[in-house]
């Protein structure tokens, strides 16, 4: 099942068919291919993930979405220049960056992939000193 960045359940669904392929190949008598299947299997889910989890560099995706004041047109670029340039030091990839713009808000959604060292509260309190913010949300997309 994929859900945006996070697809959940693809180990289990892969685990399901290899079982039922072993079991298929047990019907048949070849028990020694079952057997050599299955340690490959247990293998693969206990050192492969261990070994994976330390070399490889864990991140998530988050969508985060910044609500600010609307300032006068005069100050505006400038100002929303400025903005970009605080989210651009979070220590943070940017994938994606939408401004939207209403009668009295402008509104910054950014999908982000982050360090899983790093705190999301570290990233909220960053957010939160620009001028004028008046609401932060950051939903995490993969766990």
């Given at each position: 099942m994929k859900t945006w960045f996070n697809t959940k359940g693809l180990t289990t669904a892969a685990n399901i068919w290899v079982t039922s392929a072993i079991g298929l190949v047990v019907g048949a008598g070849l028990y020694w291919i079952a057997i050599v299947a299955t340690l490959l299997i247990l293998f693969n889910l206990t050192i492969i993930t261990k070994i994976k989890k330390?070399?490889?560099?864990?991140?998530?995706?988050?969508?985060?979405?910044?609500?600010?004041?609307?300032?006068?047109?005069?100050?505006?670029?400038?100002?929303?220049?400025?903005?970009?340039?605080?989210?651009?030091?979070?220590?943070?990839?940017?994938?994606?960056?939408?401004?939207?713009?209403?009668?009295?808000?402008?509104?910054?959604?950014i999908i982000s992939k982050i360090n899983r060292d790093i705190d999301l509260t570290r990233i909220h309190e960053t957010l939160r000193k620009i001028d004028k913010t008046l609401k932060i949300s950051i939903a995490e997309n993969i766990k």
């Open positions: 330390r070399l490889v560099r864990q991140y998530r995706y988050c969508d985060i979405k910044i609500e600010f004041k609307k300032n006068k047109e005069s100050e505006k670029i400038e100002w929303e220049r400025k903005i970009i340039e605080k989210i651009n030091r979070i220590p943070m990839n940017t994938l994606t960056k939408d401004i939207i713009e209403d009668k009295k808000n402008i509104t910054i959604k």
